[in-house]
Nanobody
Framework: QVHLVESGGGLVQAGGSLTLSCAAS????????MAWHRQAPGNQRELVAG????????NYKDSVKGRFTISTDNAKNTVYLQMNSLKPEDTAVYYC??????????????WGQGTQVTVSS
């Protein structure tokens, strides 16, 4: 089983920055894709940014392009989300997701517990 632990959320004023971190732990696993999702009250969970570990290809939700950056430290099985120029509409619980394989071969998709990001106007 792969366990994800997020950190870095908090309260920030509009225009400010936050960096979220998500560390994966477990045994005998390989992560192929890591991503950040978010869910605001009354809304469905949505994909914010994703990254493929081999090659580093990324994708972003249109509304965060140019403001958010996803990156990984593969040696530490950690994914980051650098969030700049934050807006009140970025307020949500942010969830980390990792997908890949455990050994013997079995696919997995794990979620973190979520971290609250609140942007005040």
């Amino acid at each position: 089983q792969v366990h994800l632990v997020e950190s870095g959320g908090g309260l920030v004023q509009a225009g400010g920055s936050l960096t979220l971190s998500c560390a994966a732990s477990g045994s005998n696993f390989r992560i192929d894709v890591m991503a950040w999702h978010r869910q605001a009250p009354g809304n469905q969970r949505e994909l914010v940014a994703g990254i493929i570990r081999d090659g580093g290809s990324t994708n972003y939700k249109d509304s965060v392009k140019g403001r958010f950056t996803i990156s990984t430290d593969n040696a530490k099985n950690t994914v980051y989300l650098q969030m700049n120029s934050l807006k009140p509409e970025d307020t949500a619980v942010y969830y980390c997701n990792a997908a890949g394989m455990t050994y013997p071969a079995r696919s997995f998709s794990s979620w973190g517990q979520g971290t609250q990001v609140t942007v005040s106007s």
